[in-house]
């Protein structure tokens, strides 16, 4: 069954120091996300990328967020200046079109510690 | 912002047991997503409900979705150990978003 990859499983990184999560969607869906959920806590939306744009983003999607499709495959979410808070398991979903008619297979996380 | 709550928060029973668990706003979604998700995993969809009233059985599991489409139930008859884990309710919002708001989840264990 198709997967979505990502990579790294693990990260710790210090504060102030940029990150980039990768993904590799399902090769044939069109929309892309990120959600994140902090330990103990609900899963929460980042942000939505289909058609190479974000199309939604949350209150959490800050200036500290960017996204990127740099090539056919891949979909990275980069954190410029980490912070504690930013400690989480980050969650890489894909679907093949969009809202309740097509489910979402999301990826098993990178899991952010920020020391 | 759109809310769910689930119900409970943590069960556990007996092999063999029944069970409901529910998920709840005063919010409508246009639809409403039931995933299972196991330590250290990613959430995996279970099903998909779109109808109010819609009602879809996948296996010992029946998914309801509330005629107000407000509110999801998801019902497991004869419990068995392969089900313990995390069951997390998510909403699309009554708009053109693609966003999913997701409940807290209700933590399952069935002992045998």
């Known amino acids: 069954e198709p997967e979505v990859t990502q990579t790294p499983s693990h990260q710790v990184t210090q504060m102030g120091q940029e990150v980039i999560l990768r993904c590799v969607p399902i090769s044939n869906h069109l929309y892309f996300y990120w959600y994140r959920q902090i330990l103990g806590q609900k899963v929460e939306f980042l942000v939505s990328?289909?058609?190479?744009?974000?199309?939604?983003k949350s209150e959490i999607f800050d200036d500290q967020f960017s996204v990127e499709r740099p090539d056919g495959s891949n979909f990275t979410l980069k954190i410029r200046s980490t912070k504690l808070e930013d400690s989480a398991m980050y969650f890489c979903?894909?679907?093949?079109?969009?809202?309740?008619?097509?489910?979402?297979?999301f990826g098993s996380g990178t899991r952010l510690t920020v020391v | 912002t759109q809310l769910l709550e689930q119900s409970p928060q943590f069960l556990s029973i007996q092999e063999g047991e029944n069970l409901t668990v529910y998920c709840n706003s005063s919010?409508?979604?246009?639809?409403l997503q039931w995933y299972r998700q196991e330590p250290g995993e990613g959430p995996v969809l279970l099903v998909t409900?779109?109808?109010?009233?819609e009602v879809k059985k996948l296996k010992r599991l029946t998914f309801q979705f509330g005629d107000a489409r407000k509110d999801s139930s998801l019902h497991i008859t004869a419990a068995q150990t392969g089900d313990t884990g995390l069951y997390l309710c998510a909403g699309a919002p009554n708009n053109a978003g693609n966003m999913l708001t997701f409940g807290g989840g209700t933590r399952l264990m069935v002992k045998p």
């Open positions: 990328f289909y058609n190479n744009e974000i199309s939604e």
């Open positions: 979903a894909s679907s093949e079109g969009p809202r309740e008619a097509y489910g979402y297979t």
């Open positions: 409900v779109v109808t109010g009233g």
């Open positions: 919010s409508v979604f246009s639809s």
